[in-house]
């Protein structure tokens, strides 16, 4: 980046603002070029000062960050990060921010963070790198899912890794799925209040069963697993009865849950009966997993640029050979249906 990120800080609590501050202009690539208590200051703040990212509470008096997110989504779409409580109350209307456009979220310190805000400024600074997305049009709905009884499932299992951006991505994706879908795992990057509320959004959002992903749940066709956040990563494991593993290990690629962790396992467990799906992210988690997918025989699809909030994970990915398919998100789910179809003269 040329020159440093500019960013208007939104809360209504001066001390709040005061730390979000003091974090940001901590580093050099980030310049916090001016404050607001509410909804009215920023509104004036964003015309007057013309910032690149705003940070914004989703809890504030007169008229919330959601209500104020979605009249900038629709008279000045900007990059957006919400600044959340992390409850099951603050999941809930952070999921619901980044349906609407939000370029992602990060947690209010509890004490004893060590490091609070922890890594609000890289994403400040790959917000401000999107902004050409938000000119964009604004996505088409969803299609319909395909009726189950037009859909005849394989033997293939399903491995989904994204990050930043990733909520609206795995909304758009699922969404054209059927009620018979091949079981399918997600590792999604999310802090751990979160997943259970993602889960159960997805849930209510897909023909098919969504659950946050327990140990030694068995996959079953119809069914997605999603990566509980925190202390674990999700693996695949048992051949003979493929199920859910939970295991304790320390991050990977700076993540845990980490999209690596589960792709490993799926190339080693079912080599060329798996599709691996790298969507949009910060960072590399994810790409090498997908290559070794690859190398087992399994059919590999990454997000393109274009329709990418961050065209980080699936740049890596595919610079390393691990995508064989590169389409835009709204193909995707199609095409993943698709690979996993059983052929006509007998199940796959």
Not at 108 to 124: H, M, N, T, W
Not at 221 to 241: F, T, W
Not at 292 to 314: D, F, L, S
Request: charged share 20%.
């Amino acid at each position: 980046m040329s020159s440093p990120a500019r960013v208007l800080v939104v809360d209504d609590s001066p001390t709040m603002r005061g730390l979000i501050t003091a974090v940001l202009n901590s580093d050099p690539e980030v310049t916090v070029v001016g404050q607001a208590g509410d909804a009215m200051e920023a509104r004036a703040a964003i015309k007057q000062l013309n910032p690149d990212v705003v940070t914004l509470d989703i809890e504030m008096p007169n008229m919330n960050g959601l209500e104020f997110l979605d009249k900038i989504m629709k008279l000045r779409p900007m990059p957006v990060i919400m600044v959340s409580t992390m409850t099951h109350r603050g999941a809930e209307a952070t999921l619901a921010a980044l349906e609407i456009g939000a370029f992602d979220c990060v947690g209010k310190p509890v004490p004893g963070d060590a490091r609070p805000f922890g890594d609000l400024a890289e994403k400040v600074k790959a917000a401000a790198r999107s902004q050409h997305r938000y000119s964009a049009a604004a996505p088409s709905a969803s299609a319909a899912p395909i009726p189950a009884n037009d859909f005849r499932v394989g033997r293939k299992i399903v491995a989904i890794g994204s990050s930043t951006g990733g909520v609206e991505a795995l909304i758009t994706v699922l969404q054209k799925f059927p009620r018979n879908c091949p079981p399918t795992v997600i590792t999604q990057h999310m802090p751990p209040t979160f997943t259970k509320s993602f889960a159960e959004r997805l849930n209510r959002l897909c023909a098919p069963v969504v659950e946050e992903a327990t140990d030694g749940a068995r996959l079953e066709i119809g069914k997605i697993y999603l990566a509980p956040g925190g202390d674990r990563h999700l693996q695949v494991v048992n051949a003979s009865a493929p199920s859910c593993r939970l295991v304790e290990r320390p991050p990977v690629n700076g993540h845990r849950p980490s999209v690596d962790v589960l792709f490993d396992s799926v190339a080693e467990l079912a080599g060329r009966n798996a599709v691996g799906v790298i969507l949009t992210g910060m960072g590399r988690d994810g790409a090498s997993g997908l290559l070794k997918m690859r190398h087992a025989g399994a059919r590999t699809i990454g997000q393109n640029e274009k329709t990418c909030v961050v065209y980080g994970m699936p740049r890596v990915a595919h610079e390393l050979g691990a995508v064989e398919l590169q389409l835009p998100l709204g193909s995707i789910g199609e095409e993943i249906l698709k690979l996993t179809a059983a052929r006509k003269e007998g199940i796959e």
